[in-house]
């Protein structure tokens, strides 16, 4: 089939390069030429581990190419997929913009019959709008049809989520867009990936759901870590045995920092904003709780890491393991430890960051503070390390090289990570939120 993709940010490139990799003619576009001429060159702009790849694999095929012509597309594809950015508003809202001036470039292009297929995370309603606004602009105003198609990928695993997801949501208004949608994803489908075809608003629904379950998860966690440090127990040995009953599974359930990056935070704002204008009070209070359960968290680690240094910040050497927002990503948006760098610094304290791969995203974020090549090196002269996202590599450290080289070696485990018992063997002062 011939395919088109609109936007090629996180989302865009990744579904154009596995949609050419099913098989399919992609002919992807963005507006930022910049972006198209490294894509061209088979460079991913982002870490994403598997996709560059893939992505020369289907250049070199000729079956994915890459343009900044609005006519191209129109004239290219039966099916356009739109994965521009829906960004968060200064109210929480999500701002739309990106999403209308793709429809309002593409439409005025469209002749002949066929489907526009929504992936970017919009509030429920928006399809419909859209196909409305796709109609008063199109020549052949029937021509276009619009079906929703959330993504649902992950950082880090966006390849594998991409080409064998838990399921495939087809929000439809016709039987042809649903036959259209099983014909892309044939081989998923009949690999057992169900695919469940619902209404466009349900389809909506699904993605911000889903996104806001998971949130939920990780902030009771992370309020009963409160608990936890309240009486003294230990939340990961909670969670190990929670995790026992099937209803409520493993996944989801680390207790620690809490979320962070482009997806969680901003979804979930998204979502409360619309509930709170659809006047469902009871979804926008429970968000708005989880929101502030996990910003408490971001506190609560300074809170410790100024009790560990006898009160006061100023001064001292905080060495910082991990900024990007999760392991297996150089993502730093919303990262819940470069948030804690930054109270950090504001405290006074001198940080020394160290991580894998993020630190070129960090410094463009926080040029103030020290970046260091290895943990060693974050590390020497400190008075306090603070172990805030957890990378592999950091799980292997040798916690007597390493207290060999800071001034005092007291660690906090804000990810509740690390082997607690391995470290205070080699003579370090150990603290994790919800843990003894
Ligand atoms: C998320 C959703 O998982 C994905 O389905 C959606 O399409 C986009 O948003 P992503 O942002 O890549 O994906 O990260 P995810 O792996 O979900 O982690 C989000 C945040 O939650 C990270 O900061 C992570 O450290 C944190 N987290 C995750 C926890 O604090 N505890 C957990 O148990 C799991």
């Given at each position: 089939m011939r395919l088109t993709v609109i936007g090629i940010g996180y989302l865009g490139l990744t579904h154009a390069v596995c949609m050419a990799d099913l098989g399919h003619e992609v002919l992807a576009m963005d507006v930022d030429q910049q972006k198209i001429v490294t894509a061209g060159r088979a460079e991913a702009p982002f870490f994403e581990p598997g996709l560059e790849p893939l992505l020369r694999k289907n250049l070199d095929s000729g079956r994915l190419r890459f343009t900044t012509s609005c006519t191209d597309v129109a004239e290219f594809g039966d099916v356009h997929f739109l994965c521009v950015g829906t960004p968060e508003a200064a109210d929480g809202a999500a701002d739309l913009r990106y999403v209308h001036a793709a429809v309002d470039a593409l439409a005025p292009h469209l002749r002949d019959r066929c489907l526009v297929v929504g992936k970017s995370t919009v509030p429920v309603g928006t399809a419909r709008r859209l196909l409305a606004r796709i109609r008063s602009a199109?020549?052949?105003?029937?021509a276009a049809d619009l079906a929703w198609n959330p993504e649902f990928l992950r950082e880090g695993l966006a390849v594998q989520d991409s080409v064998s997801p838990d399921r495939l949501v087809f929000g439809v208004r016709s039987e042809w867009a649903a036959t259209l949608l099983r014909q892309v994803y044939a081989r998923p489908l009949a690999a057992g990936v169900p695919g469940l075809v619902m209404d466009l608003e349900t389809a909506e629904l699904v993605k911000v759901s889903a996104n806001a379950f998971l949130a939920t998860k990780i902030s009771f966690i992370n309020a009963m870590a409160e608990v936890c440090e309240t009486v003294g127990a230990d939340v990961v040995r909670l969670t190990e045995a929670l995790s026992h009953d099937e209803r409520i599974?493993?996944?989801?359930l680390s207790a620690g920092l809490g979320f962070g990056g482009g997806c969680l935070p901003k979804d979930i704002r998204a979502f409360r904003a619309t509930a709170m204008s659809l006047g469902v009070k009871s979804v926008a209070s429970l968000l708005g709780e989880v929101d502030a359960i996990n910003s408490g968290r971001r506190a609560r680690v300074i809170e410790m890491a100024r009790e560990a240094v006898d009160g006061s910040l100023a001064g001292r050497r905080v060495a910082v393991l991990g900024v990007a927002f999760k392991p297996g990503s150089d993502d730093v948006r919303d990262s819940p430890s470069l948030d804690v760098c930054g109270r950090l610094a504001q405290n006074g304290a001198i940080v020394s960051v160290h991580d894998p791969v993020a630190m070129p995203n960090a410094a463009k974020v926080r040029p103030d503070l020290r970046y260091a090549r290895s943990v060693p090196e974050a590390a020497e002269g400190a008075h306090l390390v603070l172990h805030l996202t957890e990378w592999a590599d950091y799980r292997a450290i040798d916690p007597v090289m390493l207290a060999g080289v800071v001034a005092r070696p007291t660690i906090i485990d804000a990810r509740c990570a690390l082997d607690a018992g391995l470290w205070r063997a080699a003579g370090w002062t150990v603290r994790a939120p919800g843990r003894p």
């Open positions: 199109a020549p052949a105003a029937d599974g493993r996944r989801f």
